[in-house]
C-alpha cells in the first residue's frame, strides 16, 4: 500500500543532501566544540559557520542566534526573560498558539501570577487589532505580546510589521513563534519589529531536536538553562553539532528553492481545495483560506456523520497520514483547541492536509478517491 504524507506541518522528511552535511559530524568530526584542540576547534567552526549562514539569510546579526533543542524551547526561553529580565507583568496571546506558548503563559499566570489576557479573534481566525491596541493602552504594567507568524492548524498568517508597531508604540516585548514560517518565508529582521522569534528545522526538511532562537541584539537577557558557557553563556549544554549544520543545510537549500516551492506548494493546496469542493458535499474550510494564509496548510471542514467521526482512523489504516490538529495532541479526545476557539459547531469535523515540496496532484486525486468512499 502507497503511504501518502500530508501531514507536513507536523514534520517534514530529512532532506538527503543535510544528511550528507550532517553525517562527517556524527563519525570522524566528534569533537567536543569546546575543546580547545584541532578536533574541537573544527566542530566550533561548524557551529559558528552555521550560525552565519542562518543569520545571512534571516537579515539578522550571528550575535543575535541562538541555537536551542527547538521551538518549544525557544518559547519557553522568551517567556521567562519576558519575565525575570524585562519586567513584563502582563502577558497578551490568544487562545489559538501553539501549546509551547499556550502552557508557558498559563504556567506563568499561575504559578508567578503574571496577568494574563488573550487578544479577541475575529470570525477568520485573525487577531482582532483594534482589541489589542485596547488591551496594550489599558494595561499599566509592562507587556510580553506572544501571537503565532502562522498558525499551524488553519494557516492564518499574522501581520508582524502591524504588531511590532504596536508594541513599539506601546514599549511591549513582541515574541512570534515563526516554526511555521521560518524555512517558507523570506525574513527581515534588521527591519522587523520584533524581539524574539524561533524556528524549528524539521519544518523546513532538516533534523529534528534543534531550533534557533533570535533575541534582538536591543534586549538583554539571563540564561534558561543553566552549566556551561556554551551559545555564548546563553545555553548551556554541549552543542547539537550536526543538528545544527543540519539546520543551516535545510534554511540553505529551503531559502534557494523557496519561490518554486511554494507555487508548488500552494498550487496543490488550491488543487485539492477546488477538487474536494467538487467532489464532497457540504464541504468547508477553517481560516483565512483566500487570504492571509499559510500556503502548506489546508484545514478541512467536514459535516458530522457516523462515517466521518472515524475520519482519521480511516485514513491511516488506507496509507493516508493527515492530522485533526497540532501533532503535539495526537491521541487526545479533546480535540483541536484552535478550531474550538473559532468554530464551536458540534457538527463539523476538521482535518488537516499540509503539503511539502515532494507532494503530487496524484497523491490528492487519490485521497480524494479515498474521502469519496470513506465519507
Keep these: 500500500m502507497k503511504r501518502i504524507y500530508f501531514d507536513n506541518a507536523a514534520t517534514t ?27 574541537g576547534r573544527e566542530s566550533r567552526l561548524a557551529i559558528e559557520n552555521a550560525r552565519k549562514s542562518v543569520a545571512k539569510i534571516l537579515n539578522a546579526h550571528p550575535g543575535e542566534i541562538f541555537f536551542t533543542s527547538g521551538g518549544t524551547e525557544s518559547t519557553n526561553t522568551t517567556v521567562s526573560a519576558a519575565i525575570h529580565n524585562l519586567g513584563c507583568r ?29 487578544v479577541r479573534l475575529l470570525p477568520n481566525g485573525h487577531v482582532d487589532m483594534e482589541h489589542l491596541r485596547e488591551l496594550l ?6 507587556c510580553l505580546v506572544s501571537l503565532m507568524h502562522a498558525n499551524n492548524e488553519i494557516g492564518n498568517l499574522l501581520d508582524m510589521h502591524a504588531v511590532g508597531n504596536l508594541c513599539k508604540e506601546f514599549d511591549a516585548i513582541f515574541h512570534s513563534d515563526t516554526v511555521q514560517t521560518v524555512g517558507h518565508y523570506p ?36 540564561p534558561f538553562i543553566h552549566g556551561g558557557s556554551q551559545e555564548r553563556n546563553m545555553r548551556a549544554g554541549t552543542e547539537n553539532v550536526y543538528g545544527i549544520v543540519g539546520f543551516a543545510k535545510a534554511l540553505e537549500l529551503a531559502t534557494e528553492h523557496m519561490d518554486a516551492h511554494s507555487k508548488h506548494i500552494n498550487d496543490l493546496r488550491m488543487y485539492m481545495m477546488d477538487e474536494l469542493k467538487k467532489q464532497i458535499p457540504d464541504v468547508g ?3 483565512d483560506l483566500y487570504g492571509r494564509s499559510l500556503y502548506t496548510v489546508l484545514n478541512v471542514s467536514f459535516p458530522k456523520t457516523e462515517k466521518s ?17 497540532s501533532a ?5 479526545d479533546a480535540g483541536s483547541h484552535v478550531i474550538r476557539a473559532i468554530n464551536s ?14 507532494n503530487t496532484t496524484e497523491e490528492i486525486d487519490m485521497v480524494i478517491a479515498k474521502l469519496k468512499e470513506i465519507i
Design 137 to 142: 493602552a489599558n494595561s499599566p504594567e509592562r
Design 90 to 118: 502582563h502577558i497578551i496571546s490568544s487562545e489559538i498558539e501553539h501549546h509551547a506558548t499556550l502552557h508557558s503563559v498559563e504556567h506563568a499566570h499561575s504559578k508567578e501570577k503574571i496577568k494574563l489576557s488573550n
Design 285 to 287: 474550510y477553517n481560516g
Design 187 to 222: 525574513f527581515d529582521l534588521r527591519n522587523t519589529p520584533v524581539h524574539f522569534i524561533n524556528g524549528s528545522s524539521h519544518k523546513f526538511n532538516g533534523p529534528k531536536g534543534v531550533g534557533i532562537l533570535y533575541i534582538n541584539e536591543n534586549v538583554k537577557i539571563s
Design 328 to 332: 503535539c495532541t495526537s491521541g487526545a
Design 345 to 358: 459547531d458540534p457538527n463539523r469535523i476538521a482535518v488537516r492536509f499540509s503539503f511539502g515540496k515532494d
Design 309 to 325: 467521526e472515524m475520519l482519521l482512523f480511516n485514513l491511516d489504516i488506507n496509507g493516508i497520514c493527515a492530522s485533526g490538529g
Design 13 to 39: 522528511a530529512l532532506d538527503k543532501e543535510v544528511l550528507d552535511v550532517m553525517l562527517p559530524y556524527l563519525t570522524e568530526k566528534f569533537g567536543n566544540p569546546s575543546s580547545i584542540y584541532s578536533y
